[in-house]
């Protein structure tokens, strides 16, 4: 029987890496959960959770699909309790040459699966959601964009680029909600100890071979950002905010891409 006292949450990419330290911050922090990943892993991470105290509900959806965002929608609507929380965090990594036909060059296919799931569900998500909570009166809503997107990333083109949208995105509907009671926080971690390089195929990368953050780390600092209402917060070490306030402001465009291209770029390990 659940608690229906308690918050509920809604979490998407639940199954690893900073989506499931997430859920695990929300489960000790008193609230139930949704959670939302293409599939593998979802039941432990459902029994993980709950040993934690929380009520889960799981989904297996491909949120690269605008049916799959439609189903996350109507399985939480379902539920007949009001969502406070939202982590819009499911995303991808391509990494390789943009330019077809070169070395480690990356397929069209995977990179408009990225946009799919990295902007076009993150909108729709968004949307939904949104409306709700407005209406609601109080909620929170957390995106998961990355120190990526505060700078171009030549062999990460596009992964780049869909991260400096989520970053623009969530900050404007943030300012766009004030006085709604809706709270929008944009997490930006640095390179994170999850698959997520290897899935990319950034293993012989400089910044894909390097040591990472905690993704335990990333999630609690994104997590005490979204409960203190502050719209945007880095994740990891002081080195990924000293990167964004610091280099990341100050050079050009094409001094940010030359200095990522040396982490970046394919046999740079």
Request: aromatic share 6%.
């Amino acid at each position: 029987m659940s608690d229906m006292s308690k918050p509920l949450a809604v979490v998407t990419g639940a199954s690893s890496g900073i989506g499931l330290e997430l859920a695990k911050q929300f489960a000790q922090n008193g609230f139930d959960l949704l959670i939302a990943s293409r599939g593998s892993g979802l039941d432990e991470t459902r029994q993980m959770l709950q040993a934690l105290g929380a009520q889960v509900e799981s989904i297996a959806v491909d949120l690269g699909t605008y049916d799959g965002v439609k189903k996350l929608y109507a399985k939480a609507r379902s539920m007949n309790r009001p969502v406070e929380a939202i982590a819009i965090n499911a995303g991808v990594g391509v990494g390789g040459s943009f330019v077809p036909g070169t070395e480690a060059a990356t397929t069209l296919e995977s990179e408009l699966n990225l946009i799919q799931l990295n902007v076009v569900s993150v909108v729709h998500i968004a949307k939904m959601f949104a409306k709700d909570l407005v209406a609601q009166g109080h909620g929170r809503m957390l995106f998961t964009s990355s120190i990526s997107g505060t700078s171009p990333v030549p062999f990460e083109a596009v992964y780049g680029a869909s991260k400096a949208f989520v970053r623009s995105f969530g900050n404007a509907i943030g300012n766009e909600m004030k006085g709604t009671g809706v709270h929008v926080t944009v997490l930006m971690p640095g390179p994170t100890e999850t698959n997520f390089f290897h899935r990319a195929g950034e293993d012989d990368t400089q910044v894909g071979s390097a040591e990472k953050n905690d993704p335990a780390q990333v999630a609690r600092q994104g997590f005490e950002a979204l409960m203190a209402g502050q719209p945007e917060v880095y994740g990891g070490g002081p080195e990924v905010k000293e990167e964004g306030e610091g280099a990341n402001r100050t050079e050009s465009e094409q001094q940010k891409a030359e200095r990522h291209r040396q982490m970046s770029e394919p046999g740079s390990a």
